[in-house]
């Protein structure tokens, strides 16, 4: 078709709204008219201001876009008549002048208004306004240049000349000879096939994607726009989608293009394959600007146009795609056999499957986005949310990416017979969508229970735990490239993010999009490095890639079921494949990459020495228990009188984990033996810097033990004093020491503590008089407590000697254990007379005292208020804390080593720095709830 | 100010403003590094001009950058041996550590009244004669301690803040004068004045303080009960005087209302009020029950809280331009 006649075709149809024949055309049409009227009655009343507002480009905008359905070229005309229009309407509005300011201003009331409902709060909404205003592209003239590109592509492909059919050999040759080698997936076509390899003009040639849908966003590597290439029909056989044979075709199908456009003439662009989403079996032609500033140079656009095979409908029988069937045949057995079940090939089923509803899927996503004004802010917002996540369509990225989002908030809004309403609805604010979904990956546990929409009977392969969400109408599971843990990490991310969004206290706009959660180091606890090649994997061979999954699976599976609950979140990761030169073939992964597995760990179980399995009677269960340790089972009766196979680990070596411990024996039996001397275990490496750092099967305040002891005795031993004039109403920590806080669990400084006596009328009415009178109650307590116990040491100090009007003495008590090895405790007691306060705030208030008493009342009555309240209400808040969390101590501990060493102490209060280390803790948004504490340092550090 | 570089030691100036600048040789302690042997120290001197003059002004001089170490009699034999023999009658430091005891006092007017009915005891505590009016003598709260009463030192010797400022009040105007003079002269001659130091500083002093830390319980015991004993005879006549402010009504009419008069007076009325308050309160929030009753109530309420949504929205919107400017730009971490 010549350009001439679709501009021709454009003009009608924008006049006339007419439906076309095709399809997609009739679907996209469908939306015309409501836009065009809603236009019309927002024009006549000009009372929904709201909605006139950006409505003059929003009507043009998804104009636009349902003409990018049919053809790029359209789309680009389409592009600058509203670049022209949109002028006009600035003018216009320069012209209105007065009416303008007036509308701006009510809209945003309305805005606000409208917002308490639909947003989480105003300044959350202003916020996702400012950021999608920030992230979304705007379609100017840089971004022209790579559409001029797209554009001549378009009719180089169109051409390009058939290729007549031939056999494998002459189509390798015929291709050589015009530079590019075949992409073939592995394994490689057997060399003595049947069938042959032909080349035929393109039934279409579509741009799609995030570019044309507008949900593309600014980033530093650049766009990616995706160019559909939609293979002929006459090119293929029914049989095809059996054993590579589709993928075989495809490759050389993508070669002959590649080797088309290297032979252009005229135009020059950089040619290199890539995998579609790094599936080997998808190979994909990357064009990138030539870079020499002629008129076919992109440069200045940051685009990169990745040119993709999309497959005609109605070939290949639905059924046969299904998740459950085969569709990759024993070798040797060509026709299908009903002996024995076939093993099913669920994920080559779902690639094959997703390259015929390429454009099935543009068309939902269009006729989504045409229906709900919110989807397109949604779609950036799901798209900002996973990649601050790290989350990526790539297999090695996760598998669940932008277009899997945008699919899943289509999908989402589908009925779906039998299930109740759709979880999202078309009227939903951006917000509301974003979070809807995210609510709908939390609630979901897809990898244990399959979601269907729209299909009935569908049978899903029970191996694996791999999620599924089964789209019925197109008939494709759109999360196949997902893995088991890749789907554990997004579901544990939704749900965080959905429990940050429910905190009514804070906005945490910041932790759901600005800040990255993607660093391993603060997400996981313990990594494990393995090189490929210690797997027992040869990247060279023929079934490799099929064999790493498998291993990855094994990998996974293995330490969740060793691991138990040590581990809160496993998860796989190795390096993602690069682009590749068209004149290579693909190339492999190199046996000393690495496979990274990260760990993180639940500190209060992680180093857990005794695992208990079932008990000796339960035959079945005991017998897997055993073959699954090994020699490292063992029959143990425990205390309670239960006899339990169980498994043990030492302790003996201080260097070596418990976690290393399991985690190497279990992959050395399990997966390779090679594992033991390869693996690279780090795992918790700051715990060497304070004493009893490492959480070696015990709590993280054990070391404190003995002084809590200590100071329990103490109390015990002073309320029992008889004599004293007045009872003890309590006494209590005020010291780092006395809340697990203090760099060394070793003593250097007295602990101080605080006693409060019963209240007593015959407490003098003046602070000094007060503070003498504390001496005096000193002095009996200490007569009276060396009286009682020879334990004890007790000695009256002096402090504050220019204040009178402030504490002016304490109790030193050490407490000699007399023990061997049994260090001795000091204590330093003050007494809290809650009188002070009182007098303080009179003298405060006191016209008759001079300006100087009266600053000296106020720094005195802040110091009371320091040492006798404060300071007793942190250390037992901070003492509940690091019982509760395992690893605060330590976390508390290790920063204020940092502190020290970095001499920063003396200027930073030690309750500071607890209460940083403590938010980490309490508000870990974006980051989940457990970790060791290296890791809460490394937060904290970056926080300062 | 110790100054380790001989070169900047030359250049150094003779007087800055309208202080002559004295340098001081500081005494060599073993251990020190060989280019801390002849360390200086800088005294600056000049006749003391205070805002508010008293009878002492004419005859002192004003001491900035003290040394850490100085006491009354190190600057007392500093003047008597190296600079003339000018007669020192007192030094007065501006920051010790320990600070000086110091005590909350009343204004004074306020206790002008209270005539000829000083303290027995001389302000021994505090030298501030600049000050010492009629009433400074009684202390809003507790006695001044004396030496039965005062707690045991816990230092051994007062030492002074880096940089500290002293006045040095000489017998007569005459001394003062000569003193400075031969300060002058000193600068002028270059001639070298060796600086005695104090008691002991370094570890000794910390060695003593901890010592000294914990007072033997019969001599803490012993200033208790003198203490105790002073205060009860101190808070008595205070009360006579303070009883007396509180039934004469000043010049406006008011009777001054101060604290003594039944112990926890202030503190119930303040209740009494509070409870007044939420009284108020209640009977208002009563009242509230017919809101709603007129059309016209309904359509201010619902115009209030239009106009509350719209004053948040207006916050907010503020708050977020404030944090925009703030950090900029809105930025993804990457």
């Known amino acids: ?944 | 100010m110790t100054s380790p570089l001989p070169k900047i030691r030359k250049s150094a100036p003779t007087s800055v403003a309208e202080f002559s600048i004295l340098p001081l040789t500081l005494p060599t302690y073993p251990g020190l590094p060989s280019s801390c042997t002849d360390a200086k120290h800088y005294l600056y001197v000049k006749a003391h001009a205070p805002a508010i003059c008293t009878e002492s002004t004419a005859r002192s001089l004003f001491l900035a950058n003290v040394p850490i170490d100085a006491s009354e009699a190190n600057l007392r034999a500093l003047f008597a041996e190296q600079l003339g023999g000018a007669r020192v009658e007192s030094v007065e430091f501006d920051a010790s550590v320990p600070a000086e005891v110091s005590h909350k006092h009343f204004k004074v007017k306020e206790v002008e009244e209270k005539d000829g009915k000083k303290d027995a005891r001389p302000d021994r505590g505090t030298k501030r004669k600049r000050e010492e009016g009629k009433g400074r003598a009684m202390v809003a709260e507790g006695v001044i301690a004396d030496g039965e009463s005062a707690l045991p030192r816990i230092w051994s010797s007062a030492a002074r803040k880096s940089g500290s400022g002293a006045v040095v009040v000489f017998l007569d105007k005459a001394s003062m004068r000569g003193a400075l003079k031969e300060v002058q002269k000193v600068v002028k001659d270059h001639a070298a004045i060796h600086w005695k130091g104090g008691e002991a500083l370094g570890v000794e002093r910390y060695r003593s303080h901890l010592s000294l830390l914990h007072p033997p319980p019969t001599l803490l015991s012993s200033t208790t009960n003198a203490y105790l004993t002073q205060f009860d005879a101190a808070a008595s006549q205070r009360n006579r005087a303070l009883a007396h402010l509180r039934s004469v009504p000043d010049e406006d009419g008011f009777v001054t209302v101060t604290r003594g008069g039944g112990r926890s007076a202030p503190a119930a009325r303040l209740e009494i009020a509070q409870q007044k308050q939420s009284e108020l309160e209640d009977r208002k929030r009563k009242k509230g029950s017919l809101d709603g009753f007129y059309r016209f109530q309904n359509r201010e309420k619902r115009k209030e809280e239009e106009g509350r949504l719209r004053k948040q929205f207006e916050k907010d919107r503020r708050r977020v331009q404030e944090m925009r400017e703030r950090r900029g730009k809105l930025r993804l971490e990457s």
């Not at chain 1, 682009?579 to 290579?584: A, F, K, R």
């Not at chain 1, 409060?756 to 109650?777: V, Y």
């Open chain 1, 1 to 944: 078709m010549a350009p001439a006649t679709k501009r021709r075709k454009l003009k009608h149809e924008d006049e006339s709204s007419e439906p076309d024949g095709s399809a997609a055309d009739n679907h996209v049409d469908g939306a015309f008219p409501s836009d065009n009227d809603e236009r019309d009655v927002n024009d006549g009343s000009m009372d929904d201001l709201e909605l006139v507002s950006d409505n003059g480009s929003s009507t043009e905008a998804s104009l636009e876009e349902d003409d990018e359905d049919e053809d790029i070229e359209e789309e680009e005309e389409v592009a600058i008549e509203t670049v022209t229009k949109q002028q006009r309407v600035a003018t216009n509005a320069q012209d209105g002048g007065k009416a303008k300011p007036h509308r701006h201003s009510d809209a945003q009331l309305q805005d606000g208004t409208y917002t308490a409902e639909t947003f989480k709060s105003n300044v959350f909404k202003l916020q996702v306004d400012e950021l999608l205003d920030q992230v979304k592209l705007k379609y100017s003239k840089k971004e022209a240049s790579a559409e001029n590109a797209m554009r001549t592509l378009k009719i180089i492909i169109e051409q390009l000349p058939s290729r007549e059919p031939q056999l494998l050999a002459g189509a390798e040759t015929s291709l050589k000879a015009s530079g590019v080698a075949i992409p073939f997936p592995s394994p490689p076509p057997p060399t003595d096939v049947k069938y042959k390899f032909r080349y035929e003009r393109p039934a279409s040639i579509n741009a799609t994607g995030s570019y044309p849908l507008k949900t593309a966003t600014r980033s530093e590597e650049g766009i990616g726009i995706d160019l559909v290439v939609t293979m002929p029909k006459a090119i293929f056989q029914e049989k095809d989608y059996l054993n590579y044979r589709y993928f075989y075709k495809r490759a050389f199908y993508l070669a002959c293009l590649a080797a088309g456009i290297k032979k252009s003439k005229e135009h020059k662009f950089k040619l290199s394959f890539d995998c579609l989403n790094g599936n080997q079996l998808q190979p994909i032609l990357v064009v990138r600007p030539n870079g020499n500033g002629d008129g076919d140079d992109f440069s200045n656009s940051k685009c990169r146009i990745d040119i993709l095979l999309a497959m005609p409908e109605g070939i290949f029988p639905d059924a046969k795609l299904l998740p459950k069937a085969n569709c990759i045949r024993p070798k040797g057995d060509d026709i299908e056999s009903d002996n024995k079940p076939l093993t099913s090939t669920p994920f080559y089923n779902s690639t094959l499957r997703s390259e015929v509803t390429v454009t099935p899927y543009l068309k939902l996503l269009h006729s989504s986005a045409a229906n709900c004004d919110a989807f397109q802010d949604a779609c950036i917002l799901g798209r900002i949310w996973l990649k601050q996540r790290g989350f990526g369509s790539g297999l090695r990225k996760g598998g669940f990416g932008n277009f899997e989002w945008a699919a899943l908030m289509a999908l989402l809004m589908q009925p779906n017979p039998g299930a109740g309403a759709p979880p999202l609805s078309s009227g939903y604010s951006s917000y509301q969508l974003f979070k809807g979904t995210l609510q709908f990956l939390a609630r979901h546990d897809l990898s244990k229970k399959a979601f269907s929409l729209q299909a009935r009977d569908v049978a899903f392969p029970k191996s694996g735990l791999a999620p599924i969400f089964f789209d019925g109408p197109r008939g494709l599971n759109i999360l196949f490239k997902m893995t088991t843990w890749s789907y554990a990490q997004l579901h544990l991310e939704a749900k965080i993010s959905v429990d940050t969004l429910g905190d009514v206290l804070f906005d945490q706009f910041d932790s759901i999009f600005i800040l990255r959660t993607d660093l391993k180091r603060y997400r996981y606890d313990a990594t494990l490095e393995l090189p490929i090649g210690a797997l027992g994997l040869d990247p060279t061979q023929k079934s490799y890639e099929d064999q790493l999954a498998g291993t990855c699976q094994k990998i996974y599976t293995t330490l969740i079921r060793a691991l138990t609950d040590r581990v809160t979140a496993l998860d796989l990761s190795l390096r993602a494949h690069s682009t590749w030169s068209v004149t290579t073939s693909r190339p492999s992964d190199d046996a000393r990459d690495r496979l990274l597995i990260n760990i993180a760990t639940d500190p209060a179980n992680a180093n857990r020495t005794v695992d208990h399995g079932p008990s000796a009677e339960n035959k079945q269960e005991a017998a897997s228990f055993r073959k699954f340790w090994g020699d490292k089972s063992e029959l143990r009766r425990f205390r309670d009188g239960s006899i339990l196979e169980s498994v043990v680990w030492s302790t003996k070596d201080a260097s070596v984990s418990v976690l290393e411990h399991i985690v190497l024996y279990i992959l050395a039996k399990h997966v390779n033996d090679g594992i033991r001397e390869n693996a690279h275990f780090t795992y918790d490496s700051f715990a060497g810097v304070i004493s009893s750092g490492r959480l070696q099967g015990q709590s993280g305040v054990t070391a404190f033990a003995p002084i809590m002891a200590a100071f329990t005795q103490l109390e015990k031993d002073i309320r029992e004093l008889e004599e004293l004039p007045l009872s003890v109403r309590h006494i209590r920590g005020a010291d780092a020491q006395l809340r697990y806080t203090s760099v060394d669990a070793q003593q250097s400084t007295p602990a101080s503590i605080v006693l409060q006596l019963e209240a007593s009328a015959r407490w003098p009415d003046d602070l000094c008089a007060i503070q003498r009178t504390k001496i005096a109650f000193l002095l009996k307590l200490s007569e009276l407590l060396s009286a009682s116990h020879k334990t004890y040491k007790a000695q009256v100090g002096l402090e504050n000697p220019s204040q009178p009007s402030q504490n002016q003495a304490f109790l030193d008590i050490t407490l000699k254990t007399g023990k061997h090895g049994v260090p001795d405790y000091a204590f330093r007691l003050r007494i809290h007379h809650d009188r002070e306060a009182t007098l303080l705030e009179r003298q405060l208030k006191d016209k008759t005292l001079d300006a100087q008493s009266r600053e000296s009342a106020a720094l005195a009555l802040a110091l009371y208020s320091r040492d006798f309240l404060r300071v007793l209400s942190h250390t037992q808040t901070v003492q509940n804390l690091c019982t509760r969390h395992t690893a605060l101590s330590p976390a508390i501990r290790l920063t204020k080593r940092w502190f020290d060493s970095h001499l920063l102490s003396p200027h930073v209060a030690p309750e500071l720095i607890e209460l940083l280390v403590i938010r980490t803790f309490l508000q870990p948004h974006p980051l989940a709830r457990t970790f060791m504490c290296h890791d809460r340092l490394l937060t904290d550090a970056g926080l300062d």
